[in-house]
């Protein structure tokens, strides 16, 4: 009888009580049963199976792992990498206790790394790649680090992909002559990362390649592609953003106008300057014999017409906002600063904010004009608008003034020091979001005035949940040499009978559970405990990235100087 490998298994599926198996002598053996006979034939006849399998045709071995010039991470340095990489997927939400959370500090670790120009050791590359997949706040520097060896190990494993989507720009030995092929034949994403790091390194080259290309783009392509000329952006290209503002696409026509009024010598900016000053002018008469000023005049416009649409105006306003001030907005906007000092009479952006705004205009002309200090970059509007630090914030919704943006427009040192003066006036409630804006480390009197008012609010009886957002970002922001000083704060004060009530574990969340039993001076401690633990963690990293390969270093760190994200991984 002829025996195959399907007859066996088919057998052996319905039962030897209903199917003789394919063997010739069931009784060749003493005592052997149908089943055992059955066994023994599917032995033989895997053995006949594997010993004839005829090999597989051998794949091409893969090119060699390109070299990489920069130097190793001192031993302390590759220690500490892999330490953090280690303990990546231990944190949790509600986190408790005086330890370091190493999740938060991989992201500063990497940009010093790269700051010193190290290459990753390539045993920590495939943990390197997969937390980097984890975390897409992690993929730019991570990649950095990685350089040409994580590009050519993300090509065989397809998990890792996303490094072959960031393009040449992933390490510094990646950059080299433009492969236009990426361009002509890429993935969108593939493609997107290459003109942006073409842009980085030729911006007039990323400029034509992009116009060249134009025609046949996607709408929703077209719009992306075009934000990447945000960076580098001059004069040099606005012929080819003023072509664009006749695009099919009012989105592409929008950000087209968005740019060009960005330049503040393009020829949109002055077409929106001459809107501008028929829409805006300075009535010098006004109730002068009421013994009042000059006062600002407002003539909204009292149409969109189609060159106005060219030039970015959207006509249809949002849900709740009236159409002839929605366009006086636009255009305000888009108009260059420049001509409303020619346009009041010399006056400097603190006088001209100074001056009263006729009919309830206020609100809409200064919101336009913060607007447009952000996005021309003008310091000297943006801390006009910005006003002293020491006057109340508003309610949330309820101002036209959005400080955080205004911030960003100023020198980092201004910023820090109008933060700073801001906590001391009204404590961290409404610091979060202006903390995001500045510079890391933070200067000695932001850092210092946030220690005070964390100091502050625990005499006061609060608890330190409630300012768990700051504490987070002060653990990453704060300058390390601030340890010793927060050192003494580390102690848990006595508390007077009858003191404040501790609320239960409903009332703060998981990460208080029994909180009754004790007092908010116990959380205070340990929540400094683990601020000064993560200073001086902090410290010891940037030290043994400062030293030779091979030996760590003692002492100091470096300093950091990257702007802080207020968006980042909750607490």
């Known amino acids: ?96 206790g005086a330890a370091p959370d190493l999740t938060e500090l991989l992201p500063q670790w990497l940009a010093a790394a790269n700051r010193h120009g190290y290459q990753a050791p390539p045993a920590l590359l495939p943990a390197l790649l997969e937390a980097a997949r984890a975390r897409t706040d992690l993929r730019p520097e991570a990649l950095v680090l990685g350089g040409p060896r994580a590009r050519w190990l993300a090509g065989l494993n397809p998990q890792w992909k996303y490094a072959l989507r960031a393009g040449p720009a992933a390490g510094p030995a990646a950059a080299g002559p433009a492969d236009t092929r990426v361009w002509e034949e890429g993935l969108f994403a593939e493609r997107a990362a290459f003109l942006t790091s073409l842009r980085r390194r030729d911006p007039a080259a990323a400029r034509e390649l992009l116009a060249g290309a134009w025609p046949a783009e996607r709408a929703e392509d077209r719009l992306l592609f075009l934000d990447v000329l945000r960076e580098g952006l001059s004069a040099a290209d606005e012929p080819f953003l003023e072509r664009t503002l006749s695009d099919r696409s009012r989105n592409v026509r929008a950000t087209a106008a968005e740019l060009l009024s960005a330049l503040p010598g393009s020829a949109l900016a002055a077409r929106m300057a001459e809107r501008a000053r028929s829409c805006v002018s300075l009535d010098r008469t006004g109730a002068a014999g009421a013994g009042e000023g000059p006062r600002i005049m407002v003539e909204a416009p009292h149409e969109c017409g189609k060159d106005m649409q060219r030039d970015g105006v959207v006509v249809k306003p949002p849900s709740g906002r009236g159409e002839r001030s929605w366009w006086l907005s636009q255009i305000v906007e888009a108009a ?38 952000v996005r021309q970059r003008d310091a000297e509007w943006a801390r006009a608008l910005l ?6 914030p508003a309610a949330e919704g309820t101002s036209w003034r959005d400080p955080a943006k205004l911030l960003s427009a100023l020198p980092a040192d201004e910023r820090a020091e109008w933060v700073a003066e801001f906590v001391s006036a009204h404590g961290l409630s409404d610091a979060f979001r202006l903390l995001g804006v500045c510079a890391v480390p933070w200067a000695e009197p932001l850092g210092r005035a946030i220690v005070d008012a964390l100091d502050t609010a625990r005499d006061a009886g609060g608890y330190p949940w409630s300012f768990s957002g700051v504490m987070g970002l002060a653990e990453r922001c704060l300058d390390p040499a601030q340890a010793d000083r927060l050192e003494v704060l580390t102690a848990q004060p006595q508390e007077p009978d009858g003191g404040p009530a501790t609320p239960g574990a409903a009332a703060v969340g998981a990460g208080a559970v029994g909180a009754g039993a004790v007092g908010a001076g116990a959380y205070w401690e340990e929540a400094f405990r683990r601020l000064v633990g993560t200073l001086r963690l902090r410290a010891t990293m940037l030290a043994e990235l400062s030293g030779p390969a091979g030996r760590p270093a003692r002492g100091g760190g470096g300093a950091a100087v990257r702007p802080a994200s207020a968006g980042g991984r909750s607490r």
């Open 387 to 392: 006003g002293p630090a020491s006057e109340p």
């Open 336 to 373: 260059p600063l420049a001509v409303w000092r020619e346009r009041f009479g010399g006056r400097s952006p603190a006088g001209i904010v100074a001056l009263p705004v006729t009919d309830g205009w206020q609100p809409e002309l200064h919101a336009a004009w913060c607007r447009a200090a």
């Open 1 to 96: 009888m002829k025996r195959t490998w399907d007859e066996l298994v088919t057998t052996a599926l319905l039962g030897t009580t209903r199917r003789m198996p394919p063997v010739p002598d069931v009784r060749a053996r003493d005592g052997q049963d149908v089943a055992s006979a059955l066994l023994d034939a599917a032995a033989v006849e895997t053995v006949r199976r594997r010993a004839g399998a005829v090999p597989a045709v051998a794949r091409a071995r893969p090119e060699p792992a390109p070299g990489d010039v920069r130097p190793p991470l001192p031993t302390a340095a590759h220690r500490r990498l892999a330490l953090l990489l280690a303990d990546r997927g231990s944190a949790g939400g509600g986190r408790r």
